[in-house]
């Protein structure tokens, strides 16, 4: 039998063997059919266990707050937090709490803080709440871990921790101790990858298995373990939406919504040419010009990320597809280029003109 994502525990924590922190981050990019919503935490030192929870459950927040609209829909187009913005936010989140297993209140503030995200990180955004908020940490645990899973439509919801070598002892226990408060009281599947706990000997073990394509490039190249530089908390992009983690994306995403001719661009896509084809997520696709362009950030220069985006590369062109690929630091500093370039490619196509 085939194994699957769906095979991995929640409410309990696991230790992964068989693969990566950066290969398995890879392997949930598209969020597969059969996984749950899965973030990604690298973890951090924390003097305590209650003062590490506080830490991830404003991480968590902060993704919540990232992703909003996808886990309430109805709320896309309200406006800002001046106005009637906030009443009519707050009122869909009761309503929808009514109709769900989410707490009212709760979800009502979380929409709410959400609406007041505009111009702030989303990565940092959690922080407004840290250590104000009126919630109990079980009731923030349990109601984070429903509106992440609801934002992808998933059942449920768990967090793929890379830990870090060096860890002392107490540091160990403390990150152990966190992650099973974590999924004893928020429901929460919590994988733990990376480097090996080696005086924590309590958690169960699991293997997994890569797609072959990526086993295969992951068994060729270095595991590179996350930097303290890297991002805290990640997330898997929502279909149809720039992700809310990546200023790049964003960004372009306002640039084209003010172009009449980036008509039908539709943004994280995930594309299977066929069933035996594990699929690959397109940063944005123009289907009909079999146009899709891709946004690199520094990870990109990782050797298995880097191998494996000339991999899907080939397998789009062999498929008909073009692919546009443009840096971060090109979008931020030079939209305007970046912008005439697509557009020049796509009018080309749409007017059946041979590339040179």
Same mark, same amino acid.
């Given at each position: 039998m085939a194994w699957s994502w769906g095979e991995l525990p929640v409410g309990r924590v696991v230790r992964l063997q068989g693969a990566g922190v950066e290969a398995l981050t890879l392997a949930i990019d598209p969020l597969p059919d059969d996984a749950p919503a899965i973030? !990604? #935490?690298?973890?951090?030192?924390? %003097? &305590? !266990?209650?003062? $590490?929870? !506080? &830490? @991830? $459950?404003d991480e968590l927040e902060a993704a919540a707050v990232g992703l909003f609209p996808s886990w309430l829909p109805e709320a896309e187009g309200i406006g800002g937090p001046g106005g009637a913005g906030v009443p009519a936010v707050r009122s869909l989140a009761l309503r929808t709490a009514s109709a769900t297993g989410h707490f009212g209140p709760f979800l009502a503030d979380l929409a709410e803080l959400s609406l007041h995200r505009a111009g702030a990180s989303p990565t940092r955004t959690g922080v407004l709440a840290g250590g104000r908020t009126k919630f109990a940490p079980e009731t923030r645990a349990a109601g984070l871990a429903r509106v992440l899973a609801a934002s992808f439509q998933r059942a449920h919801a768990s967090i793929l921790v890379a830990v870090p070598a060096g860890l002392s002892p107490i540091a160990e226990e403390i990150l152990t101790g966190a992650c099973e408060w974590l999924a004893h009281r928020g429901g929460l599947g919590v994988w733990l990858a990376g480097a090996p706990l080696t005086t924590v000997d309590r958690l169960e073990t699991r293997f997994v298995r890569l797609p072959a394509e990526l086993a295969a490039i992951a068994r060729e190249l270095p595991e590179a373990l996350p930097t303290p530089a890297s991002r805290t908390i990640g997330f898997p992009a929502v279909a149809g939406r720039p992700h809310p983690g990546s200023a790049a994306e964003q960004a372009l995403e306002r640039a084209l919504s003010a172009c009449e001719w980036a008509i039908g661009r539709a943004w994280n896509q995930a594309y299977r040419p066929h069933p035996l084809v594990n699929p690959i997520r397109l940063d944005l696709l123009?289907?009909? +010009?079999?146009? =899709?362009? +891709? @946004?690199?950030? %520094?990870?990109? $220069?990782? %050797? =298995?990320? #880097?191998? $494996?985006?000339?991999?899907?590369?080939?397998r789009l062109q062999t498929d008909g597809y073009a692919v546009l690929r443009f840096t971060n630091d090109q979008i931020m500093t030079d939209p305007k280029t970046v912008i005439q370039q697509i557009q020049r490619f796509l009018l080309e196509r749409r007017r059946g003109t041979p590339k040179g």
């Open positions: 973030v !990604t #935490y690298v973890a951090r030192k924390a %003097p &305590s !266990t209650a003062n $590490l929870v !506080t &830490s @991830i $459950l123009w289907r009909d +010009e079999r146009c =899709v362009v +891709e @946004i690199d950030g %520094p990870d990109h $220069l990782d %050797p =298995v990320k #880097y191998a $494996l985006d000339r991999q899907r590369d080939v």
